[in-house]
């Protein structure tokens, strides 16, 4: 399978780095085809410009953008990795939706019906926060970040979401609490929809 991972995370010592790796080894094992796009590291440009808006209204995006859409076009299976902060996607990955999420690209209207374009893709995403699930509940958090990301982005775009990880207390996790997630990660990468 045709495997593309979206990473956003600017500390290579990271427990999202460490997640990223977890993965990677998981689909190196399975003889997969994988690309990585670390959005730090290729220095993606986050900021959605006026030239970029005139430009999706005329059916034109530009040479960053349209690489990534390349990536995109290209796999069959996505994994989006990335912190939750002030409670939602870093700057980046937000922009990296914004610009390469394109009109056109990922979704359309069709008579003023919304159609996402981006449908027989599977996508998993991988989060970690700080807080703990018991106070993202209790704030409604839970279901804020679900319908904002999920609903809004993923679903929207037309992916089909196999799994969605919200790794919580993650900046006090111990060993123990991370090598349940990595068990969990890899469980999911074992399922029969990733080894067609």
Do not use: C
């Not at 999706?56 to 990795?81: C, H, L, P, R």
């Amino acid at each position: 399978m045709r495997h593309l991972i979206i990473y956003a995370h600017p500390n290579e010592k990271s427990l999202n780095n460490h997640l990223l790796q977890t993965v990677i080894e998981n689909l190196e094992r399975g003889n997969h085809e994988i690309e990585i796009r670390d959005l730090n590291t290729i220095g993606f440009n986050p900021v959605f410009s006026l030239e970029d808006m005139q430009g999706q209204m005329a059916g034109k995006v530009s040479d960053d953008v349209k690489t990534e859409q390349n990536y995109i076009s290209w796999a069959e299976q996505i994994t989006f990795i990335y912190p939750i902060w002030w409670t939602g996607m870093p700057a980046i990955m937000k922009g990296y939706i914004d610009r390469v999420f394109s009109y056109g690209f990922a979704y359309r209207y069709d008579q003023g019906i919304q159609k996402g374009l981006l449908k027989g893709k599977k996508a998993v995403i991988i989060n970690t926060h700080g807080k703990s699930h018991e106070e993202y509940e209790r704030m409604g958090m839970d279901k804020a970040l679900t319908l904002t990301s999920d609903n809004g982005i993923f679903l929207y775009s037309g992916f089909e979401i196999i799994q969605h990880f919200f790794f919580d207390k993650a900046d006090k996790a111990s060993p123990g609490e991370v090598d349940i997630w990595k068990e969990q990660i890899m469980n999911t990468y074992s399922q029969p929809v990733f080894n067609l």
